[in-house]
């Protein structure tokens, strides 16, 4: 399975506009005023945003409002990666903040690196997962067979399509041998389900999941171990820019550089967006975290300073 094909088992469904429609959006967005080598930079940037990531959709707003609250116009436009890639190297798009490596983008880089800025990582776990309820008496994959009727004897995915559950068909129940186990494909908005009713009730409950995701902020739950890697390695998520657009923005580049998220605080703020907030309102979802997170733009400027 392609690395694209991995990580659209971490997404929820998109809707992606056409093709015709995004291209009028490309020229509706395009960035020629904040071009690199401009006397007077503007202060509109764009942010591209994939369609259903959401943790870039959480970043991204996060981030505009803190350039909105330095005297930023700031446009976010969402589509699909390839097209957010694309409308990057060609300068459409100033910057965006979900690019998977070494695995999920590498065809992107490579196609497109020579025309986008690195400005580093802001998040190092990006993984698939099986998990449990955190205080299940197992911690590793290579127990669960031997305790699987402490579990109904199930473990619950997602949706039949998602890389996710090939993953854990093809690689980690063979490899822990749990063949016995029934594997319920669902969907994603089921599989929550079954997770908050199991935990509600103080019962066992194993699922298909994903970091980052908002249920770690949202039910007591843990990942279970996999020495074998059969799930796959944690990947980083990227922050890249067009061309020039350091040379534009020195100091966004440099807050954006200086970026870094802890679990607590990323899944905290999906929480708020995609969970307590039904993804209704997410610029009103991001300031109620920052007034949870008082110092989180102070300490960001601090670390951007160095």
Same mark, same amino acid.
């Given at each position: 399975?392609?690395?694209?094909?991995?990580?659209?088992?971490?997404?929820?469904?998109?809707?992606?506009?056409?093709?015709?429609?995004?291209?009028?959006?490309?020229?509706?967005?395009?960035?020629?005023?904040?071009?690199?080598?401009?006397?007077?930079?503007?202060?509109?940037?764009?942010?591209?945003?994939?369609?259903?990531?959401?943790?870039?959709?959480?970043?991204?707003?996060?981030?505009?409002?803190?350039?909105?609250?330095?005297?930023?116009?700031?446009?976010?436009?969402?589509?699909?990666?390839?097209?957010?890639?694309?409308?990057?190297?060609?300068?459409?798009?100033?910057? +965006?903040?979900?690019?998977? *490596?070494?695995?999920? #983008?590498?065809? %992107?880089?490579?196609?497109?690196?020579? !025309? &986008? =800025? @690195?400005?580093?990582?802001?998040?190092?776990?990006?993984?698939?997962?099986?998990?449990?309820?955190?205080?299940?008496?197992?911690?590793?994959?290579?127990?669960?067979?031997?305790?699987?009727?402490?579990?109904?004897?199930?473990?619950?995915?997602?949706?039949?399509?998602?890389?996710?559950?090939?993953?854990?068909?093809?690689?980690?129940?063979?490899?822990?041998?749990?063949?016995?186990?029934?594997?319920?494909?669902?969907?994603?908005?089921?599989?929550?389900?079954?997770?908050?009713?199991?935990?509600?009730?103080?019962? +066992?409950?194993?699922?298909? *999941?994903?970091?980052? #995701?908002?249920? %770690?902020?949202?039910?007591?739950?843990? !990942? &279970? =171990? @996999?020495?074998?890697?059969?799930?796959?390695?944690?990947?980083?998520?990227?922050?890249?820019?067009?061309?020039?657009?350091?040379?534009?923005?020195?100091?966004?580049?440099?807050?954006?550089?200086?970026?870094?998220?802890?679990?607590?605080?990323?899944?905290?703020?999906?929480?708020?967006?995609?969970?307590?907030?039904?993804?209704?309102?997410?610029?009103?979802?991001?300031?109620?975290?920052?007034?949870?997170?008082?110092?989180?733009?102070?300490?960001?400027?601090?670390?951007?300073?160095?």
């Amino acid at each position: 399975m392609s690395p694209a094909r991995h990580h659209q088992a971490r997404r929820r469904t998109a809707i992606v506009a056409s093709s015709l429609a995004l291209g009028l959006g490309l020229a509706a967005c395009a960035s020629g005023e904040t071009g690199s080598g401009s006397a007077e930079p503007s202060k509109d940037i764009t942010i591209a945003i994939h369609s259903g990531w959401d943790e870039g959709i959480a970043v991204s707003h996060l981030f505009k409002a803190i350039l909105e609250d330095e005297g930023y116009t700031v446009r976010t436009e969402t589509a699909d990666p390839g097209v957010v890639y694309t409308g990057m190297a060609g300068g459409d798009f100033d910057v +965006n903040f979900d690019m998977w *490596l070494p695995l999920t #983008h590498a065809d %992107y880089l490579e196609k497109y690196g020579d !025309d &986008l =800025e @690195d400005l580093g990582y802001w998040y190092d776990d990006a993984k698939l997962t099986v998990a449990v309820n955190e205080d299940a008496p197992v911690d590793s994959l290579a127990d669960l067979a031997a305790n699987a009727d402490l579990f109904d004897n199930r473990i619950v995915g997602i949706e039949s399509g998602a890389g996710l559950t090939r993953i854990t068909q093809d690689e980690a129940i063979p490899t822990y041998g749990l063949d016995d186990m029934d594997f319920v494909i669902s969907s994603t908005p089921a599989m929550l389900a079954e997770l908050k009713s199991k935990t509600d009730a103080g019962e +066992n409950v194993a699922v298909t *999941l994903w970091r980052p #995701h908002w249920a %770690y902020d949202a039910f007591p739950v843990k !990942d &279970l =171990e @996999d020495p074998e890697g059969a799930m796959g390695d944690a990947e980083k998520i990227h922050s890249v820019a067009r061309t020039g657009f350091t040379e534009d923005h020195p100091d966004v580049a440099s807050w954006i550089s200086a970026l870094t998220l802890s679990d607590e605080q990323l899944f905290s703020l999906e929480n708020i967006m995609f969970n307590e907030n039904e993804g209704s309102d997410n610029d009103a979802s991001v300031r109620e975290w920052l007034e949870a997170n008082p110092t989180f733009v102070d300490d960001l400027k601090a670390a951007a300073k160095g």
